[in-house]
């Protein structure tokens, strides 16, 4: 069992642990012991959670901007300041080296930190009026209570990517995280509570993840739904939140392709490649799932990436100098096994890895497969594990072709130090987020989001506060 100052196993209703009824496991994937039992929450208790949300509303809406960023601020700082208890919760129920978490943690506080200063700068607008005795003004206001639906991978980030402008922009909000890793959002819940958060702003659930989504859907209360997950499931979603028209924003999986054209800095490309496809063990979802290596250069980027994946520290990420952990669950590692098989049968060579770690459980050997082709399972498929495949190209037409031949389109990422190159690959590859010579991404400042069968929306930056807001026009005539 964890013990930590931050750890709740309630549900949170209007400022309040509920601890009755049923309760299920909270498991730490590097060891399978369990960490926690967690209340299970069904339909009911979410229906409450929005009857609560809808109630708090009215006062947090009419709060000023300032009054939210000062809680929001304060709700960040106090995520730093805890920086090493939320890690250690983050770590045990996600798998991920604790430096990782730590890098997460901050990572998640600078959400709220963005957002409670955007929020003072949810300008509207003055038009000029097309009649001499009107004036047409722009308002920005609140959608309303805010559904916030969140993945295991990462466990406090993704809250706060939602959270941050839903209550910046004055919603209130149900959350359900993912039932693999509540913990961590609970322990980021009680210091949001500290930090001021009234009551009801925030309530969070788990349990019966389809019984809650259903229940959320169907309310004609709850006007917008912020999910990031299974491409299935956001289809689900944005099925049943069509009844209602509620706004929707949907962070779906990817199929990153990885592009080395001939004329990249090879050294970089392989630290970019690292970065990317190896992060949180693989289980992002802007991890690369495909590498397109020009035919010129790909022995060199094929040994040189072996090489550095060789070096790899598998361990439980509470080691040391860990760098890789286990994989979420034993589907996660099935899938792995899956694809590499696959593969293997397909006439892939197996550079490094491609076995279950000697460490058991579901820890899997950092791998790197040659010879990929179109018609494996990887191709199609996001492997989310530590797999990375790498395929040949000849011309820059070809690859594009092969890149955007999937029906998602998140992000891609390509070397190539050709000025017209760079902007025309980033110009005609079909996703939302474009790494040019750079494997990482992912900052507050910028808009994260997918087109496609990737989602909608989009999170972080200015961009990402728009989501959580309605346009209204108001026409003032007689003057
Ligand atoms: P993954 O396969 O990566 O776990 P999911 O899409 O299943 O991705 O999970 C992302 C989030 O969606 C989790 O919080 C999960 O509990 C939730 N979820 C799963 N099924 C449903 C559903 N039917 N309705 C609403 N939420 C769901």
Redesign the pocket.
């Known amino acids: 069992m964890l013990s930590s100052e931050l750890l709740r196993t309630g549900a949170l209703i209007a400022g309040a642990w509920v601890e009755s009824g049923e309760r299920y496991a909270v498991t730490n994937p590097a060891n399978g012991e369990e960490l926690a039992q967690v209340v299970r929450a069904d339909a009911e208790l979410a229906d409450t959670a929005v009857r609560v949300a809808a109630a708090a509303l009215p006062a947090w809406r009419a709060a000023t901007a300032k009054h939210r960023a000062g809680i929001l601020s304060r709700w960040a700082a106090l995520m730093m300041a805890h920086q090493d208890q939320l890690a250690a919760i983050l770590t045990a129920e996600q798998g991920k080296p604790l430096a990782e978490a730590r890098g997460e943690v901050a990572y998640a506080a600078s959400f709220l930190e963005w957002f409670a200063e955007e929020g003072k700068r949810a300008y509207g607008d003055v038009i000029p009026s097309h009649k001499a005795d009107a004036r047409i003004m722009v308002l920005k206001e609140p959608v309303g209570v805010v559904a916030a639906?969140?993945?295991?991978?990462f466990p406090l980030a993704m809250v706060t990517r939602k959270l941050g402008p839903a209550l910046a922009a004055g919603c209130t909000v149900v959350l359900?995280?993912?039932?693999?890793t509540p913990l961590s959002a609970h322990a980021l819940a009680v210091l949001g509570m500290q930090a001021g958060l009234p009551d009801g702003v925030i309530n969070v659930v788990?349990g019966d993840?389809?019984a809650?989504?259903?229940a959320w859907m169907r309310s004609d209360v709850v006007r917008k739904v912020s999910?990031?997950?299974?491409t299935?499931?956001?289809k689900?979603?944005m099925r049943q939140a069509a009844d209602t028209l509620k706004k929707v924003s949907l962070e779906l999986g990817g199929n990153a392709p990885f592009i080395v054209f001939d004329d990249a800095d090879i050294d970089a490309a392989v630290a970019g490649a690292m970065a990317s496809k190896f992060r949180n063990t693989g289980q992002t979802c802007v991890c690369v799932n495909r590498f397109y290596v020009q035919q010129g250069v790909y022995q060199a980027f094929t040994t040189r990436l072996a090489e550095a994946v060789r070096k790899l520290k598998v361990a439980h990420g509470t080691e040391p100098g860990a760098e890789q952990g286990p994989l979420i669950n034993q589907a996660a590692l099935a899938k792995v096994r899956r694809h590499v098989a696959d593969a293997r049968e397909k006439g892939a060579r197996v550079l490094c890895g491609g076995e279950p770690h000697a460490l058991g459980g579901t820890f899997y050997q950092p791998t790197v497969i040659a010879e990929a082709q179109a018609g494996m399972e990887m191709a199609q498929e996001e492997t989310f594990g530590p797999v990375a495949a790498c395929y040949r190209f000849e011309t820059e037409d070809e690859v594009i072709r092969l890149a955007n031949a999937t029906s998602v389109g998140l992000a891609a990422y390509f070397y190539s130090r050709d000025l017209a190159r760079v902007w025309s690959v980033a110009e005609r590859l079909e996703v939302g987020m474009v790494g040019v010579n750079e494997g990482l991404i992912s900052t507050e400042l910028a808009p994260f989001g997918g087109i496609k069968e990737s989602g909608c929306g989009r999170e972080g930056s200015r961009y990402g506060l728009d989501d959580y807001m309605e346009t209204k026009y108001v026409l003032m005539g007689g003057l």
């Open positions: 639906i969140t993945p295991w991978n359900k995280p993912s039932e693999e788990s993840a389809a809650i989504g259903e999910f990031t997950g299974s299935r499931v956001g689900l979603l």
